[in-house]
């Protein structure tokens, strides 16, 4: 099984415990049926089993993540992506595990039929310094520390997030210096990844100081909206 380059931040996983009940906090009290439709943590075994389908560790991070809570379903009685379990910006409602097998599936094969290395290749000669880190696409965030370039790692997209609209937000798994950092590609609109955050702990300590600040995320401002059915929820408005 491939061990990819370990994550330079050792506390990766302490880190998102403490940001994730900052942000889930915030929907607990002021978006209590988003909040609600987060499903309860991934067993262990769904761990391994999505670690054995992958062919690869997720990253701490998001095994933390799911282990305390295993995605988000819609609103009780409301619809599943327009209020509520979308409570992330553009949409995005958080998969559970199974979801994100089949989507992580489905990026293998793109990869494939794009002629990339799958997990199988890669395992044979692990190279930090492959061909595609010589591109700086994302120079504007060379701080926040982007050094590579996600294209070239298909097979490695985790997806763990999408929207109706057929976007998906996803952790590259690919050794090297993009392993753990987030990204969101619109497949439906035949987008390219656009970078969201260094990691999870990141991405979601970013969102919770746009909610408390008042600040935006990608030009969307969070807000606690009352949906027709009188849904308390966390909508993203954008203000072009």
Not at 7 to 22: K, L, N, S
């Amino acid at each position: 099984m491939l061990d990819p380059r370990p994550h330079p931040d050792a506390d990766a996983p302490e880190r998102i415990q403490g940001v994730w009940r900052r942000f889930a906090g915030l929907l607990r009290t002021h978006a209590p049926d988003s909040h609600a439709t987060l499903r309860p943590g991934a067993t262990p075994g769904q761990l391994a089993a999505l670690e054995a389908g992958l062919g690869f560790a997720p990253h701490p991070q998001l095994a933390v993540l799911l282990s305390l809570h295993n995605g988000a379903g819609p609103v009780a009685g409301g619809p599943p992506y327009t209020s509520g379990g979308g409570f992330l910006p553009f949409g995005h409602r958080l998969s559970d595990v199974d979801a994100i097998a089949s989507a992580s599936e489905r990026t293998r094969d793109l990869a494939e039929e794009l002629g990339q290395p799958g997990v199988a290749e890669l395992a044979a000669d692990v190279d930090a310094d492959d061909e595609f880190a010589e591109f700086a696409e994302f120079a504007e965030f060379a701080d926040a520390g982007v050094h590579d370039y996600p294209e070239g790692h298909v097979a490695f997209w985790v997806p763990i997030s999408d929207t109706v609209t057929g976007a998906v937000m996803f952790v590259d798994h690919h050794p090297g210096p993009c392993h753990g950092q987030v990204f969101e590609i619109d497949f439906g609109n035949g987008g390219m990844p656009e970078f969201w955050a260094v990691d999870l702990a990141h991405l979601f300590g970013v969102l919770a100081d746009a909610w408390e600040s008042g600040g935006s995320f990608r030009g969307h401002w969070p807000s606690a909206a009352t949906t027709a059915e009188g849904h308390r929820v966390l909508e993203w408005d954008f203000r072009g």
